[in-house]
């Protein structure tokens, strides 16, 4: 391997260690979730048929349940049978009990239709919901239902009697007698709503076709156009997924549920699978080909620049590479190199030329230094110039002047004595009260203010600059940007736990997306920076109390901004 080029051994790399591997990775991957995404797709088609046959059933249920109250109904059966002499007492009885019992349901159910007795008695008027048996004696259901046991229920589709409209799903029961038996034969027929089954099939989206089935013969089918002859002959064809959920109930022995589905549509999810697989395979080979690409391109020409620039030392041409400075071995490879040139030129060349004109620079380098240290201007003499103006304007009785050019003399003074990182609150709010009547007389009467120190705080330490780059804030970004009258509210009051601090003020507030992007930075950032302002605030209360000391940010743009320091009183405190 040591006698093949750079250039082939990262292309052999390449191939053995990123082609080979990502591609047969991603096929792997694919086959896998095809197959996982194909057998969830059929388990929720499965859920969904067990879901329609399971709300169906239910529907059915809930009928029979009313069959069977209407069953137990002694009194409604003793008024059907009861031979009456005259209709009046019939009619009596049928607007009072029998009509109301059999229409109470309608309203309460949407699943049933209507609720009919069909009855031998010929002493009542049959009308209404009630109906003479010989309406029903030819049809083909009469039989089976007749000689069935009164707990038998049985589900007939019934065609309509005048041979026009759709076939009725109806629930009938034996109450009792018997055909030809001494007692009256009497039969429930309770009438299923036509919507009801395409309302529970029409619920589910499924890209398919779900059929409801009585034995072979289709009820009800979401696609009309598929079987024009009514009946269902499950065929396996290539591309079609069938599926076939029977009920469990008695009365609905040969009922099922069955669904025909195409599998491209069904598994469509499996072929947007394949893609993103395909896509995230290309990123995979593209991204690290692009890479390796990069860095063969850096190691591979800077190594030529250095085999040629080492020929032309060779022929006694010692110049440096011009190359950015790197911190890889190449980059250190070019960094002796041209240590080790400049060092022979130096020689080469006159050494004491070189460190005399050195000596030249470090001079003036001095010089310069020297001059920026006497240009500075002292601050005492600053102070001294502050006060002498203020002695003059109380001379000229311009107090308000004389005034302001104390709180400045005060702040001034302050910076120049504050030797220690803690000061008392007091000695805190005498600056923040300063800095407000600076600009209070900035602003006249577009600024207010007001501090509410607790007393027995007024000596409690805190972290010096804490309270008035707050306000400082609270006045230029706040205040200065509206033009209604501003209000900064100062206060320090005792908790239980420790005291608060708080900085408030009714300017322009902070947009929600600046305040969050602020305590994104705050929470984010381990730098506290050289600023003075709610960064630099922050990051010195996380220093000196750590985890005692929670600082919060509330704003309204518009509105404006709050701001809460909350220090317990376990917080220790580092007067050094």
Partial sequence: ??????????????????????????????????????DQKMHDISLTVKQIRDEFQD?????????????????????????????????????????????????????????????????????????????VRQQDWYQRVSMASPSTVSLETISPE????????SLLRRIGGAEGGDRQLLLLRIDFHSDVTESIFRNITLNGSLYLLQGDHILYTTTPSSNKEGTYTPVRKKGVVLFHEPFSASYLKDWAIAGEFQEKVVLADVRRSGQFVFYLALVNLLVPTLLIIWFNRSLHARLVRILKQMKRVKNQTFEPIVEPVTRDEIGQLMLTFNQMTLQIRSLINDVYVSQI?????????????????????????????????????????????????????????????????????????????????????????????????????????????????????????????????????????????????????????????????????????????????????????KLYYGEAAVFRIRSEEGAGTCIEIIVRESAGIDND
């Fill in 357 to 541: 004109q050195k000596k030249e620079l470090e001079l003036k380098r001095n010089r310069a230094q020297l001059t920026a240290l006497q240009s500075q201007i002292n601050p005492h003499f600053l102070f001294n110039a502050l006060e002498t103006i203020r002695m003059r304007s109380l001379i000229k009785q311009e107090h308000e002047t004389a005034r302001i050019i104390q709180n400045m003399a005060k702040i001034f003074r302050k910076s120049l004595t504050w030797g220690k990182d803690w000061v008392t609150v007091k000695e805190e709010i005498d600056l923040v009260v300063c800095f407000l009547e600076i600009q209070k007389y900035r602003f006249e009467d577009k600024l207010q203010y007001s501090i509410d120190v607790d007393p027995e705080l007024e000596q409690t330490l805190i972290p010096k600059m804490t309270l008035q780059p707050l306000v400082e804030n609270a006045s230029i970004h706040g205040i200065e940007a509206v033009k209604r009258s501003g209000m900064i509210q100062v206060s320090v009051k005792k908790t239980e736990e420790g005291f608060i601090c708080k900085v408030s003020d009714n300017g322009v507030g902070i947009e929600p997306k600046k305040l969050e992007s602020l305590l994104l930075n705050l929470s984010a950032s381990d730098e506290m920076g050289e600023h003075i302002g709610i960064a630099n605030v922050y990051f010195r209360l």
């Fill in 59 to 135: 529907q059915i249920d809930a009928v029979t349940g009313i069959s069977s109250i209407l069953y137990n109904d002694t009194i409604l059966w003793k008024y059907i049978e009861q031979r009456y002499d005259q209709p009046a007492d019939y009619v009596e009885n049928y607007n009072s009990y029998i009509s109301l019992m059999l229409e109470k349901y309608s309203p309460l159910y949407k699943t049933i239709k209507e609720i009919t007795i069909y009855t031998e008695n010929d002493s009542i008027i049959y009308g209404g919901r009630v109906q003479p048996l010989t309406n």
């Fill in 1 to 38: 391997m040591n006698n093949v080029r750079l250039r082939n051994k990262m292309l052999m790399m390449y191939f053995v260690s990123v082609f080979i591997p990502v591609v047969l990775t991603n096929i792997i991957f694919y086959f896998i979730t095809s197959d996982n995404i194909r």
């Fill in 162 to 169: 005048q041979g026009n409209g759709s076939e009725t799903l």
